[in-house]
């Protein structure tokens, strides 16, 4: 089993994104652009995505869709 631990690390990334890039935007429909930016880019389906795979393509489409090049 994974750890839970490890969840909150991740939620905090995505709402600290969320908030600073797109807090218009509903939460599914964040998901939902990533996950249509994800299969465009690289024609797989981000449902298999570990969680540091998502976290790291995550940033680089908040990258690609803003133009931030954040740490």
Do not use: S
């Amino acid at each position: 089993m994974r750890n839970p631990d490890r969840l909150e690390q991740i939620y905090d990334i995505v709402l600290t994104l969320h908030k600073k890039y797109f807090p218009d935007w509903r939460i599914m429909q964040l998901m939902n652009n990533f996950f249509m930016w994800h299969y465009n880019k690289y024609k797989t389906d981000g449902y298999y995505l570990e969680d540091i795979e998502f976290i790291a393509k995550f940033k680089n489409f908040v990258r690609e869709v803003t133009g931030d090049y954040f740490d």
